[in-house]
């Protein structure tokens, strides 16, 4: 039997085989992100006169995939920034074809959205029983999503477990191939630091409570049915948990999408017209915040006008330096909301580090989904915004990756 010691080195990610001298032709296989060097044992021939030498092939492997986390809580948009954010990268999110209807995952050509509602570990009567939410962490199973996440970012397919929404059950797994950019999405991306640590860049959607009750009436009240006293008591009932769980979690993120009640109505409360914030932390790798005019400056701008049509009580932008939860950021606002989204390029052309193609590409991404909820406000146009910076990001990493085994041939 061949003994073989085996060195490794930084270096592709590979699937290799092992093939031992024996009668039986043993073969191992196993997936190594490492490139694999050997050296035989000390005796080179056996008793048979074959060679004691381990053979170990590798093939070139699936490059590390790059993790973008989604925070935010139920009915806080981030389906519409899902679809939005893999209409940048080209094709239809779509779920697993001929897998379980209920899936919660979306696939396209260079995504792969995981919903983390899939690594509940207790069902819907489970937590009833226990008296615990979806957002505690004991509802949760954490070891699986980050061993699961870790093994896709690394390559390696994996057997996800499927919560189903329609049934409150926990359904047969299915099968998840590592893709380019992969998307965890959910309650807790940022929960655990295994997970937290894994990710290339982590958004939080920031809802504010008054903005989430009005969104929540809207949506409960017109599409579901359901009364005004059930929906505040729903959201009463998840508030400690929310606060205690989740809200925290966007002291992590690299970008938070923060939306508010409107300053240019005084006492407004029915939630149409928005301010959103774009909370951009400095000195994220391979991201450079977005800036209106002048990089580091404080702005405020109001572009109605000739150029930009603006009814009643029209659009305010504000850019300014700031600290948020003890990190230095850039923060970019609108208050307000478009009367024409074609009248867009205006705003657009005084915006800087976008992350665009060409001319007109935010536009043009606006006027595409102009029928998606926000598309007349700063969710909408931050959304559309942070997803170009994520496709920025991602063509940087891969590029980086380009460059490091080539610099390590010369070396």
């Known amino acids: 039997m061949a003994i073989c010691t085996v060195y490794t080195t930084q270096s592709l990610n590979s699937t290799c085989s092992i093939y031992t001298p024996s009668t039986t032709k043993t073969q191992l296989s196993f997936h190594q992100k490492q490139l694999v060097l050997f050296s035989s044992s000390k005796r080179s021939r056996s008793k048979r006169g074959g060679s004691n030498t381990c053979v170990i092939t590798c093939a070139a492997g699936h490059s590390e995939t790059v993790v973008i986390g989604l925070a935010a809580d139920s009915g806080c948009g981030k389906s519409t920034f899902m679809r939005r954010l893999t209409s940048v990268f080209g094709g239809a999110a779509e779920p697993p074809k001929g897998g379980n209807p209920d899936s919660n995952t979306l696939i396209s050509d260079t995504t792969t959205v995981i919903c983390l509602d899939d690594f509940h570990s207790l069902d819907r009567t489970g937590r009833k029983e226990k008296g615990v939410t979806a957002l505690d962490p004991r509802a949760n199973n954490f070891d699986l999503m980050y061993e699961q996440v870790k093994a896709l970012k690394e390559g390696v397919a994996v057997e996800k477990p499927i919560y189903n929404h329609v049934t409150g059950l926990l359904d047969p797994p299915e099968l998840i191939k590592p893709p380019k950019i992969l998307v965890i999405e959910g309650l807790h991306p940022m929960f655990d630091q295994r997970v937290r640590d894994l990710l290339d860049f982590s958004i939080y959607l920031d809802i504010s409570n008054e903005v989430k009750f009005a969104w929540k009436i809207q949506r409960d009240m017109a599409e579901r049915g359901h009364s005004l006293e059930s929906i505040k008591a729903s959201i009463e009932a998840r508030k400690p948990d929310f606060d205690a769980y989740i809200d925290p979690q966007k002291q992590y993120a690299d970008a938070v999408i923060e939306v508010l009640p409107t300053q240019l ?68 606002e609108m208050d307000g909301q478009f009367d024409r989204l074609d009248e867009l390029i205006y705003v657009e052309s005084h915006l800087s580090n976008i992350s665009t193609k060409f001319y007109g590409e935010v536009t043009q991404q606006m006027l595409k989904h102009a029928d998606f909820p926000g598309s007349n406000n700063g969710t909408g146009l931050f959304q559309t915004i942070v997803g170009l910076k994520i496709r920025d990001l991602f063509e940087q990493i891969i590029a980086s990756k380009a460059v490091a085994p080539a610099q390590a041939t010369k070396v």
Do not use: A, Q
């Open 265 to 332: 109505i005084p006492d407004d409360n029915e939630g149409k017209v928005l301010r959103v914030r774009l909370i951009m932390k400095e000195g994220v790798k391979f991201f450079s915040p977005v800036y209106l005019f002048d990089d580091g400056s404080t702005i405020s701008w109001i572009p109605c006008g000739r150029k930009l049509t603006c009814s009643y009580p029209g659009i305010k932008f504000l850019y300014c330096p700031e600290t948020y939860f003890g990190h230095e950021v850039s923060v970019l």
